[in-house]
């Protein structure tokens, strides 16, 4: 091979551009909190700024092993742009009344638009700390006839998998959606780690995977090897699917009397 270990060049690039673009979303989000004047607090808007960034750079890492450096930054930008605008949460059909209403869409939205849970935790946010009895919170010790389905949370089609936390008024946020936001580029980042090995190998002067596997002094150990790498990236990604998904849903439909 080359000599050099790919391994600790994509640690060493996620730490630097992980601290690059925190600092960034830091300014970022201070100067989009002063012209909002927003109810929540600044925690919110640098949590879920950060978290975007964090997401939309795995997308680089991943479409960096088979996307031609020339063509890289038009292609995530444009595959970013679009899924966020289609699969984002804010436009129908694919809004985030149709995501709840399959698992499968909630899985397909989660992953591919970054903006999915980056849109729905700043409006849950916002809507969470306007008083009670406004629609969307309520004290259940005063209002014994109102259940969770009858709050506008629901009827919006909003954080319809933790509709416990979210009728509670808080001004300190909504952060169900901060664990898959996260897991999602953590299963990206650790799927491109793996693909690098092999992909693109001839510019890493080394065999062919599949030739260096086969020639390997121990076979068994590098297949052993192998296995758990697919181990490893199943479980992530098997973990990243249960953070989409859990919690129970919230019934919306109820009757009125």
């Known amino acids: 091979g080359s000599g050099n270990d790919v391994n600790a060049y994509f640690i060493a690039l996620n730490i630097t551009t992980t601290v690059e673009y925190t600092f960034q ?58 899924c966020c605008l289609i699969f984002g949460g804010g436009l129908p059909p694919y809004d985030y009344e149709f995501i709840y209403t399959a698992p ?72 169900w959606g901060a664990l898959p936001f996260f897991m999602v580029g953590l299963m990206l980042r650790v799927i491109s780690c793996a693909l690098m090995h092999v992909q693109n190998r001839g510019p890493q002067a080394k065999r062919p995977f599949l030739r260096e596997l086969r020639r390997s002094d121990n076979v068994w150990k590098s297949y052993m090897k192998v296995g758990g790498v697919v181990c490893l990236v199943l479980g992530v990604v098997m973990v990243t699917v249960w953070s989409i998904l859990r919690g129970d849903m919230e019934d919306r439909s109820f009757e009125r009397w």
Not at 37 to 51: E, G, I, R, W
């Open 25 to 82: 979303m830091m300014l970022v989000s201070a100067v989009v909190l002063w012209l909002r004047n927003s109810l929540t607090t600044y925690f919110v808007f640098f949590l879920n700024f950060a978290l975007l960034a964090w997401t939309s750079a795995s997308w680089s890492f991943f479409f960096a092993g088979f996307i031609p450096p020339a063509n890289l930054s038009v292609t995530i930008g444009f595959f970013v742009a679009f």
């Open 104 to 175: 499968y869409n909630e899985v397909l939205a989660g992953i591919i638009s970054p903006l999915r849970f980056f849109s729905e935790s700043l409006i849950v946010s916002e809507y969470r700390c306007l008083p009670e009895q406004s629609g969307f919170t309520f004290d259940p010790n005063i209002a014994t006839n109102i259940t969770n389905s009858e709050s506008s949370f629901m009827t919006l089609g909003f954080a319809l998998r933790d509709s416990d936390t979210v009728v509670q008024r808080s001004c300190n946020g909504w952060f």
